[in-house]
């Protein structure tokens, strides 16, 4: 998607989008750090989930793929935490805090669980990419212009990462070549995706938020909490059911609502 000079939705509608800090009234900052902060909290956390997995994979392909996953991972930490330090101290502050953070100390829940199988790993590429992607082109062609930039590369990495996710369940599922290579069964495609569906549902935030209207008032954010859910819920229950798997409850085991 192309990045136009123009504001496209909110009260900002048809104004030249932001350039630079300076420009920004107060609470639209405050906004857009939350935003940015949000997002940089799961780079390196991801990067840390993917690290022991790196030279586990069946495959070949796996391997490589997952060495992908990890430095693209890395790469929007990177570009996250340059976005951040243009805020000035506040901003730098928090770009170095989140160099120290390991597992459990992580903003999202999501990030602060190990995977404890390939299968996993699969799983949560399949869930928590995905929803990575929505996040991101819930920003595409943002107001603020340096982070719509951005989008137009980190769009494509998720896309990607997720899409690897959801080829390799389904090939546990009904590939019986792949799924002997891994030593998984159905049931254990099915167990990883009741774990994780929750943990995906949850990293879109309260339905009732503030913060996310005003996100969304602010030409930052395209769809608010709920109506971003329900658009990825949509799209992985599908994906869920076209595989040959159960859609899990999507009250169970959630804790964000
Ligand atoms: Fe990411
Ligand atoms: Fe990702």
Redesign the pocket.
Same mark, same amino acid.
């Given at each position: 998607m192309s990045v136009s000079r123009s504001v496209k939705w909110g009260d900002l509608l048809g104004m030249r989008k932001i350039e630079t800090v300076e420009q920004m009234p107060e609470e639209y900052k405050n906004t857009l750090i939350k935003v940015i902060y949000a997002l940089a909290s799961?780079e390196f956390a991801?990067v840390e989930q993917h690290q022991p997995w790196i030279n586990q994979g069946p495959t070949s392909e796996d391997r490589y793929i997952q060495a992908q996953?990890a430095a #693209?991972?890395a790469h929007?930490g990177f570009i996250d935490s340059r976005l951040l330090r243009s805020f000035g101290p506040e901003g730098e502050e928090k770009a170095a805090n989140l160099l120290k953070l390991r597992m459990g100390e992580h903003l999202l829940s999501a990030f602060n669980v190990p995977f404890e199988s390939w299968v996993d790993v699969c799983g949560f590429?399949f869930a928590? #990419?995905l929803v990575?992607?929505y996040h991101l082109r819930a920003m595409e062609n943002c107001s603020y212009a340096p982070l719509a930039r951005e989008m137009t590369t980190m769009v494509g990495?998720?896309r990607?990462?997720?899409s690897f996710g959801a080829r390799r369940i389904h090939d546990i599922v009904r590939d019986p070549e792949y799924a002997r290579l891994c030593g998984a069964t159905k049931s254990d495609a099915q167990k990883t995706v009741d774990k994780w569906y929750p943990q995906a549902l949850d990293t879109f935030g309260a339905a009732d938020s503030k913060f996310s209207t005003m996100a969304v008032a602010y030409g930052i954010r395209r769809w608010g909490n709920e109506e971003l859910r329900q658009m990825y819920k949509a799209d992985i229950d599908a994906q869920i059911k076209a595989i040959g798997l159960e859609v899990p409850d999507p009250q169970k085991g959630r804790k964000i609502v």
């Open positions: 799961t991801s996953i #693209d991972e929007q590429c928590l #990419d990575a992607w990495e998720e990607f990462h997720a």
